[in-house]
């Protein structure tokens, strides 16, 4: 018997998916199910290619009530800029969750992904900073860096934004698109310290292997977003930080031990008689989350295929009647 298949390329997916206060609330919803304990969802397959500088993530869950599942396959090559080509690509495929069959193949080279790693930002944000912000701080300078601050300020329209990155260029032109994209006073700091010093939102968007953001800054009423942290030895946070918050957040305490922030804390000898929250029971009300405007919050994001699953059924939806049909 023939069936179709949506296949949707990236053009029409960046015209039909925004990144919105929707967005942001159906991969709130996705962090609630893994409260549950009924969302299935194996540990992240990943493989590095060092000689190539890459590196590939494939993941997947399945979250009960939703039509389908994803699998995202999200290669990122690091040196491909220097040859003309981007450094993030990749897809995710949308089966159904009754019959195992294909629905849809969203060929959408990394630009989901971007999508739900900025609005799991927000959802952080949302339920852990501070609820006035004023001046909110970025470390990092690529497209997370740019979506991150876009994301926040949806939940906490801050006044200020600061902007700190290794390369003052590339620091001036992510200020400059921020600027004009919040409307809003946007300014580059050199010096990463005196950045968290005068916010009370940080988010870190690095590939660091070393700590760029030490235990010594961190200062009452501080919410910090490390989202970088996504593979096995990457680290943006000092790990002493983590001890010293009043309250650290992972999204998926297993996947943080082995590829987040949590993963230098534990191979320093730190955090290993603590059992993190998890963001999803801080939305549910099973954990308490920030209880006073002076805490110190930590959230760890390495990113779930609950929020893949999540965000390719809302995708499904509102491109229904749209993309290209191909019988299978």
């Known amino acids: 018997m023939a069936r179709d298949i949506r296949i949707v390329a990236e053009a029409e997916l960046r015209r039909v998916v925004k990144l919105d206060l929707g967005t942001i609330d159906v991969i709130e919803q996705a962090f609630a199910a893994l409260s549950s304990g009924k969302v299935v969802m194996p540990p992240i397959l990943s493989m590095e290619f060092v000689e190539a500088n890459g590196e590939v993530d494939v993941k ?14 999200s290669p990122g090559f690091f040196d491909n ?8 690509n990749g897809l995710m495929i949308l089966f159904s969750a009754k019959t195992g069959l294909v629905e849809a193949v969203f060929l959408d080279n990394g630009y989901l992904t971007d999508i739900r790693t900025a609005a799991a930002g927000a959802v952080a944000a949302r339920h852990l900073a501070p609820e006035t912000v ?11 860096a740019r979506l991150q601050m876009q994301a926040a300020h949806l939940v906490r329209p801050f006044s200020r934004l600061l902007v700190h990155g290794r390369n003052p260029d590339k620091a001036a032109d992510c200020a400059a698109d921020l600027g004009r994209a919040l409307g809003i006073e946007v300014e580059v700091v050199a010096d990463p310290a005196d950045l968290v010093a005068q916010s009370q939102l940080v988010v870190t968007t690095t590939p660091s292997r070393l700590p760029i953001l030490s235990a010594q800054w961190l200062h009452p009423g501080l919410h910090i977003t490390a989202m970088g ?20 957040v992972c999204d998926r305490v297993s996947q943080c031990a082995v590829s987040g922030e949590l993963e230098a804390a534990l191979a320093a000898g730190l955090m290993t008689d603590l059992q993190p929250s998890e ?3 801080i939305i549910t009300g099973q954990a ?4 006073s405007a002076a805490d110190v ?4 994001l390495t990113g779930t295929g609950a929020q893949d699953t999540a965000i390719a059924n809302h ?3 509102l491109l229904e009647g749209t993309g290209t049909l191909v019988s299978a």
Do not use: H, M
């Not at 997947?60 to 396959?73: S, W």
């Not at 800029?81 to 993030?88: Q, R, T």
């Not at 701080?137 to 497209?143: D, F, S």
């Open 279 to 281: 963001l999803g029971d």
């Open 81 to 88: 800029p220097k040859i003309g080509l981007p450094s993030l």
């Open 134 to 144: 004023t001046v909110a701080g970025v470390i990092g300078t690529g497209v997370q």
């Open 60 to 73: 997947t869950a399945y979250i009960p009530g939703l039509d389908g599942f994803a699998i995202k396959v």
């Open 315 to 317: 995708v499904n939806g």
């Open 297 to 300: 919050t930590i959230c760890d």
């Open 288 to 291: 308490l989350g920030r209880r």
């Open 229 to 248: 942290s996504d593979q096995a030895g990457k680290v943006e946070i000092d790990p002493a930080a983590l001890v010293a918050a009043d309250l650290y």
